[in-house]
Every structure is written in structure tokens, then in C-alpha cells.
């Protein structure tokens, strides 16, 4: 059993903050720091892409439209990774989800959560 929840979306204005947050649980989780974890944003007719990332070691890496804006953080003690948002804006409007992917020689875990809207606007 392998569950990723995302929370924190809602509506916000131009320039607003928001803070998301995903909760892992499950059996695959019970070494939760050994994942990589991402937030990842699909916006409607748009692909999904990849809005921040971070290693098991703490390396962080942000697409360039939220670099300066949005922080990508872990606490892997509460299994938890949060996505800060500051100076939103409305191109910043998506679906927003949580990745956790781990590849050892034999096999790749990719999992992901429900996703959590975020809109942005006045």
C-alpha cells in the first residue's frame, strides 16, 4: 500500500503565498528518505511538468518560470514534502501533484499523489 496526500491548494491572488504539502504513507514508505520527491503542475490542454525537485540528499532543482518564488523542502522524520509558493501568479494556476521515484539495478518506484488545484486570481 502506497499513498502520497497532497494538501495546502486553494485560491489566491496575484502576488499571494500559498504553502502545499504532501504526506507519504504506506509500506514502500516506511524509509521514506530514500526517495527523490517532486512537484510537478498540469495546467488544462498543458503537459505535466516538473515544478521543483529534491534528492534524497537535499539537492534541490526548479524549473526556471518559479526559480525565486517557489522552495522545495523535505522532513523525512514526518515523511512530508511541502512546496512554498510566494508571489504567485496567474500562470502559476495548475493542478498541482507530488511525486516520490526511487531506480535500483532491477526497478524503478514511481508513484504519485491526487493532486491538489491551485488558481490564482484576482
Known amino acids: 500500500q502506497v499513498q502520497l496526500v497532497e494538501s495546502g491548494g486553494g485560491l489566491v491572488q496575484p502576488g499571494g503565498s500559498l504553502r502545499l504539502s504532501c504526506a507519504a504513507s504506506?509500506?514502500?514508505?516506511?524509509?521514506?528518505?530514500?526517495?527523490?520527491m517532486g512537484w510537478y503542475r498540469q495546467a488544462p490542454g498543458q503537459q505535466r511538468e516538473l515544478v521543483a525537485g529534491?534528492?534524497?540528499?537535499?539537492?534541490?532543482n526548479y524549473a526556471d518560470s518559479v526559480k525565486g518564488r517557489f522552495t522545495i523542502s523535505r522532513d523525512n522524520a514526518e515523511k512530508r514534502v511541502y512546496l512554498q509558493m510566494n508571489s504567485l501568479k496567474p500562470e502559476d494556476t495548475a493542478v498541482y501533484y507530488c511525486?516520490?521515484?526511487?531506480?535500483?539495478?532491477?526497478?524503478?518506484?514511481?508513484?504519485w499523489g491526487q493532486g491538489t488545484q491551485v488558481t490564482v486570481s484576482s
Open positions: 511525486n516520490a521515484y526511487r531506480a535500483t539495478s532491477l526497478t524503478k518506484y514511481d508513484y
Open positions: 504506506g509500506t514502500f514508505f516506511s524509509i521514506f528518505s530514500i526517495y527523490a
Open positions: 529534491i534528492t534524497t540528499s537535499g539537492i534541490t
